[in-house]
């Protein structure tokens, strides 16, 4: 039987990406193999519940949205993630997938928009990067790179540079919650011209840092 260990299903507004505002239902599965140092969803890293996927479908579907966001924790720690991801397409759904970048991502459905996270030095998990995974994108698919001060978005241009990332996909560039100043991060960006799209985290400015928002 497939299953997947879950931390929780909820409904909300997406705040970020590009579906950001739009109502979203989220599934967060259970454990991750990197701990950065500005993690806000820690709580999953252990715990949970076991959730058969012919469950998870039926809770996606109570709240009738077309949105669906795959999160952690790291969601491609459980290999039934897969076919999770899967079903959920088949199912009809615009699914995206929240990725930290250390783990393979060539598997996962083509459909899925993939987010994949790449570690600033920031994290202290920077090393962990799988950067064979570029090679995987798609134009739909989006990386993030969460800055925590200069030196991480120094590092963060340089990437840009090295990889030739803004022809791989969109680029977004987050300030790190209540570590980064928003309008230095814009600012710099704006002063450097970066082909990068600056996000902030919606559901925290309306909700504050709260589980299952």
Not at 60 to 66: E, M, N, T, W
Not at 86 to 91: F, H, V
Not at 135 to 143: C, G, K, S, V
Not at 169 to 183: T, V
């Amino acid at each position: 039987m497939n299953r997947l260990r879950i931390t929780e299903i909820f409904h909300s507004l997406q705040g970020e990406t590009k579906t950001v505002g739009l109502p979203t239902v989220f599934v967060r599965l259970t454990g991750c193999p990197l701990r950065c140092g500005y993690c806000d969803t820690a709580y999953a890293f252990h715990g949970g519940q076991w959730h058969t996927l012919d469950n998870i479908m039926d809770e996606v579907k109570q709240y009738q949205a077309q949105y669906v966001t795959v999160t952690g924790g790291e969601p491609l720690a459980q290999p039934d993630c897969l076919l999770l991801l899967k079903r959920l397409c088949d199912a009809g759904y615009y699914v995206s997938l929240e990725t930290g970048g250390a783990l393979d991502i060539s598997q996962v459905d083509t459909r899925v928009m993939r987010v994949l996270d790449l570690k600033t030095p920031g994290s202290g998990e920077s090393s962990k990067n799988l950067l064979s995974n570029l090679e995987h994108l798609l134009p739909h698919d989006q990386i993030k790179f969460v800055i925590c001060d200069r030196a991480d978005y120094d590092w963060a241009k340089q990437m840009l540079v090295e990889h030739q990332l803004s022809s791989r996909c969109e680029i977004l560039f987050s300030p790190s919650w209540q570590e980064m100043p928003a309008g230095d991060l814009a600012d710099w960006i704006l002063m450097d011209q970066l082909k990068v799209r600056m996000q902030v985290q919606l559901h925290k400015y309306l909700w504050g840092d709260v589980r299952g928002r």
